[in-house]
């Protein structure tokens, strides 16, 4: 399996809150990736890094900030989270071949 | 605009019998097809992929075919055991990017 970890696992935050989540890698691939997961919608692109400090905007990136500051750590960050944000958040990574490779994710509830 | 589409939410099929798992794409730029397994409460695993040069790709008990021209791919599972029971989701690569677009999954249930 492939090195990869997020924290925390489980979130319950209250609406209007900031909220990070952090993706974590042993394996020093150069693309990291943030989706959540939703019925009906499968696995959705937030947004993802192509390397230290070089990120760009997915499907469904609004509400979503991120960063990367090193080559392990990928952080998502909703800056006031909303009911909406309510989801399975799940973190990949690629060594720029064709496979990607997911973390355990994170269930996020909003109140 | 979903890009990669899978139509039926779910699959039932008899121990030891085909499962045939089916996605559509509508993007010509994708370069790259992969399937993924994913049980509850745990991450999406790889499970096979095929590249757009190819027609077809066999690993054990899973092979994926690919039909450029009409667009689509399948998985199929020979012989289907109880423990293939999970969700399944294709996805395709841009080509020239390395951005992956998932389809809604499908939810197989492998009957004993």
């Known amino acids: 399996d492939a090195g990869i970890t997020q924290s925390p696992r489980h979130k319950v935050t209250e609406t209007g809150t900031p909220v990070t989540l952090r993706c974590h890698q042993t394996?020093?691939?150069?693309?990291m990736y943030w989706y959540r997961q939703d019925p009906g919608h499968g696995l959705r692109l937030i947004h993802y890094?192509?390397?230290?400090?070089?990120?760009d905007k997915g499907e469904v990136s609004d509400g979503y900030s991120v960063s990367r500051s090193k080559t392990e750590d990928f952080l998502l960050t909703l800056e006031s989270a909303t009911s909406s944000q309510t989801s399975v958040y799940f973190c990949?990574?690629?060594?720029?071949?064709?496979?990607?490779?997911f973390g355990p994710g994170t269930r996020l509830l909003v109140l | 605009d979903q890009q990669v589409k899978q139509n039926s939410p779910s699959l039932s099929v008899q121990e030891g019998r085909i499962s045939i798992l089916n996605c559509d794409y509508t993007?010509?730029?994708?370069?790259?097809f992969l399937w993924y397994k994913k049980y509850p409460a745990e991450g999406p695993t790889f499970l096979i992929s095929?590249?757009?040069?190819?027609d077809k790709n066999e690993d054990g008990r899973f092979t994926v075919f690919l039909n450029k021209s009409a667009k689509h791919l399948s998985l199929h599972i020979v012989p289907s055991q109880p423990g293939d029971s999970a969700v399944y989701f294709c996805?395709?690569?841009?080509?020239?990017?390395?951005?992956?677009?998932f389809g809604s999954g499908t939810k197989l249930n492998v009957k004993p």
């Open positions: 095929i590249s757009s040069i190819k």
């Open positions: 394996e020093n691939h150069r693309y």
């Open positions: 990949a990574i690629s060594s720029g071949s064709e496979t990607q490779y």
């Open positions: 890094s192509y390397g230290v400090k070089d990120t």
């Open positions: 996805a395709a690569r841009r080509y020239n990017f390395n951005k992956f677009y």
């Open positions: 993007n010509s730029m994708f370069d790259y």
